[in-house]
């Protein structure tokens, strides 16, 4: 007969899926984050009190929506491109790590920002369409991850109450009928062991831009 185990016994590590190959590029200065690549900014994002001095290529290499307004920007006086993305899911916590993501910076996937991550890749349309292994594409890999597990599935939930657009995308009734399930098929889930942290590395790119990896949108072919 399965026993539950007790709660001094149980393996609490959440499991993990590392991303990117190049190390920390970005510093804070007080509510602005600075980007060390050499080459200077050419571009401003602003979310809440927070702004993020960036280059462009990287961002609409990976983002639809940003590729988007950053073509319609107009600068005539040769200005930086500012803009203003206030209503990112999760906001300037989770730009953060999709800015990082975007110059190939080391991050780590967990339980705990996996639900934000795959909200604010789905607001800026990072899909496929720019470039394989996006970020939309990882955090669902991620979460199939999480599901798989009871603890970290419960952690998971316990960060949605702040993510409107998670129901939107189902992660939320996906991980209540994950939970679900599992405690249907075994009742003792609350004592289950779990295992330990999973690194799982994202293949490298394509190095194409000041020395960070990505791999570029593949081309579209028209048929006349």
């Known amino acids: 007969m399965l026993q539950a185990l007790p709660v001094s016994q149980r393996q ?8 990117g190959s190049k190390p920390e590029i970005f510093h804070r200065e007080g509510h602005t984050w600075f980007c060390s690549t050499g080459l200077p900014s050419d571009v401003i994002i602003e979310i809440g009190e927070m702004s993020f001095n960036l280059h462009k290529f990287p ?3 990976r983002s639809g929506l940003l590729e988007k307004i950053i073509q319609n920007f107009s600068n005539k006086d040769g200005s930086r491109c500012v803009l203003q ?3 990112l899911p999760s906001g300037a916590k989770a730009f953060e790590l999709v800015a990082k993501f975007c110059y190939d910076v080391k991050i780590d996937l967990t339980s705990l920002n ?3 991550l795959r909200c604010a890749a789905e607001y800026l349309q990072m ?3 720019y470039g394989e292994r996006n ?3 990882q955090t669902e890999v991620f979460l199939n991850e999480v599901f798989s597990n009871w603890v970290d599935s419960v952690k998971a939930l316990g960060t949605c109450e702040a993510l409107p657009h ?3 995308l189902h992660v939320v009734s996906r991980c209540i009928d994950s939970l679900a399930t599992k405690a249907c098929a075994d009742p003792t889930l609350f004592g289950w062991s779990v295992s330990g942290c999973t690194n799982v590395q994202s293949p490298a790119g394509v190095v194409c831009w ?3 990896s990505t791999v570029m949108r593949p081309q579209s072919i028209r048929e006349d």
């Open 59 to 61: 961002l609409i290499s």
């Open 85 to 87: 993305l206030h209503e």
């Open 127 to 129: 899909n496929e369409n």
């Open 166 to 168: 998670a129901e939107d």
């Open 135 to 137: 970020l939309v594409a």
């Open 210 to 212: 000041n020395g960070i």
């Open 12 to 19: 609490q590590h959440m499991a993990c899926m590392k991303l």
């Open 114 to 116: 996996v639900f934000s």
